[in-house]
T-cell receptor, first 115, second 114 residues
């Protein structure tokens, strides 16, 4: 079975500071990992994904995520937070070899960037 | 591409009425997913289709909910009769048929049942 945990419901960070949104996963095989962002009254928008290769993945809006197999983590990071980054962030996983089954989403982490 | 299109964007209805939500997936995508999002339960997968065929509807809450995909460019989610606890944001998403591919979400339909 596949599962994703986002241990923090809320993350607060000052504008200009680095931000991290945490995600850990559990799969029986190898994972495909995804990050999505949801702005108020909008649908989820794809940010980035890890499929294979370099453990550091770069995505939209200056975000990046680091895949760590030993820690089964895929934390989302940004070197300098903007107020406009305030949103709800979802981590998602799919088990390699499971076919195009639906992504399994975490419960989401609300990021608040304070000016 | 216009992305995933959903209509209506907002729906307010009275308990007991029938509600139909509509979705047009991205052209060429062969998977379509319906989700529901509430504050209490988060994001829930209701049902998904592959090549217009329902694959897994285990997330559909009860028999009042039904979904169809008559062709590759259109899907509906129907609630009959609607209840106040169905109030939520309903999202449609589509995907291309490889496991490495991400899902693309529509803007959602905010349903309020009074």
């Amino acid at each position: 079975a596949q599962s994703v945990a986002q241990p923090e419901d809320q993350v607060n960070v000052a504008e200009g500071n680095p931000l991290t949104v945490k995600c850990t996963y559990s799969v029986s095989g190898n994972p495909y990992l995804f990050w999505y962002v949801q702005y108020p009254n909008r649908g989820l928008q794809f940010l980035l994904k890890y499929i294979t290769g370099d453990n550091l993945v770069k995505g939209s809006y200056g975000f990046e995520a680091e895949f760590n197999k030993s820690q089964t983590s895929f934390h989302l990071k940004k070197p300098s937070a903007l107020v406009s980054d305030s949103a709800l962030y979802f981590c998602a996983v799919r088990d390699l070899g499971s076919g195009n089954t639906p992504l399994v989403f975490g419960k989401g982490t609300r990021l608040s960037v304070i000016a | 591409d216009a992305g995933v299109i959903q209509s209506p964007r907002h729906e307010v209805t009275e308990m007991g009425q029938e509600v139909t939500l509509r979705c047009k997936p991205i052209s060429g995508h062969d998977y379509l997913f319906w989700y529901r999002q509430t504050m209490m339960r988060g994001l829930e997968l209701l049902i998904y289709f592959n090549n217009n065929v329902p694959i897994d509807d285990s997330g559909m809450p009860e028999d009042r909910f039904s979904a169809k995909m008559p062709n590759a460019s259109f899907s509906t989610l129907k609630i009959q009769p609607s209840e106040p606890r169905d109030s939520a944001v309903y999202f449609c998403a589509s995907s291309f048929g490889t496991e490495a591919y991400e899902q693309y979400f529509g803007p959602g339909t905010r349903l309020t049942v009074t």
